[in-house]
């Protein structure tokens, strides 16, 4: 990998500008200020574009001090990679036994949550193309949708699902995380809205795969029992 990249160019003041000052800081925090650095240049550029000066420089620190921590970029990628999935798959742990779908609603806010506070670590978390979605890289994407997959399993209280009820699962997930993207990039929808919006698009995904299944049409009719008067 070369010394200067294109993200270094944009990251990097105009001339006359200077470097961020260098300080005296613990092992952790040092290492925690370069994993944030590298998820605020993973998320606008790709992995291959963004170079250890590129980090070093954005951190107010050396390459040789990026290299003693983690050893090369992939390493540094990686370990910010599972710093993110980490504080999202915690954010994603359930907090109450209410209704189905006012658990699910309350999960989505606390995933926006994270979308919001951390938005480098989440758009560094799922930009990118398959080419950056393989091996370890992809494991680690992996985790974060199976926690949300065995939080939902758990709100709706199914413990096996069938394949339709998976593959439309998996689907309202892809719409959840697409949705945060799109957020992020253009913020020209309410959170509050955003979030009603794509708990109404689960049912209305569990309405069409209840068409084509029976566990899906008796989910759907629970859910719809237990849905609050006066709601939806």
């Known amino acids: 990998m070369g010394s200067t990249s294109g993200a270094a160019e944009q990251a990097r003041p105009a001339a006359g500008g200077a470097r961020p000052a260098r300080r005296r800081l ?3 925090r040092r290492r925690e200020e370069l ?3 590298a998820l605020e240049l993973f998320s606008r550029h ?3 574009d963004v170079s250890i ?3 070093a420089f954005a951190a107010g620190a050396s390459r040789a001090l990026v290299y003693h921590y983690f050893g090369g970029k992939q390493e540094l990628y990686v370990a910010a990679l599972k710093s993110a999935a980490a504080q999202l798959e915690a954010r994603l742990r359930p907090h109450q036994d209410g209704r189905p779908l006012e658990e699910m609603a309350e999960g989505l806010t606390r995933y926006f949550d994270f979308v919001e506070e951390h938005a480098a670590g989440f758009a560094a978390l799922l930009r990118g193309g398959p080419a950056n979605r393989s091996g370890e890289i992809g494991e680690i994407v992996d985790s974060v949708r199976q926690r949300l997959f065995r939080l939902i399993m758990k709100q709706m209280r199914v413990d096996e699902p069938g394949p339709v009820l998976r593959i439309t699962l998996r689907s ?3 719409s959840v995380e697409t949705a945060g993207l799109d957020w992020l990039e253009h913020r ?3 959170r509050p809205g955003l979030e009603r919006l794509l708990i109404d698009q689960m ?3 569990l309405g069409a795969a209840a068409r084509h299944d029976a566990q899906v049409a008796r989910l759907l009719a629970d859910l719809e029992a237990d ?4 709601s939806g």
């Open 26 to 28: 613990s092992v952790d």
């Open 227 to 230: 849905r609050p008067a006066g």
């Open 188 to 190: 020209d929808v309410g």
């Open 172 to 174: 309202w997930i892809a």
């Open 203 to 205: 049912v209305a995904l």
């Open 46 to 48: 790709d992995a291959e």
């Open 53 to 55: 000066d590129d980090v």
């Open 35 to 37: 994993m944030m650095a």
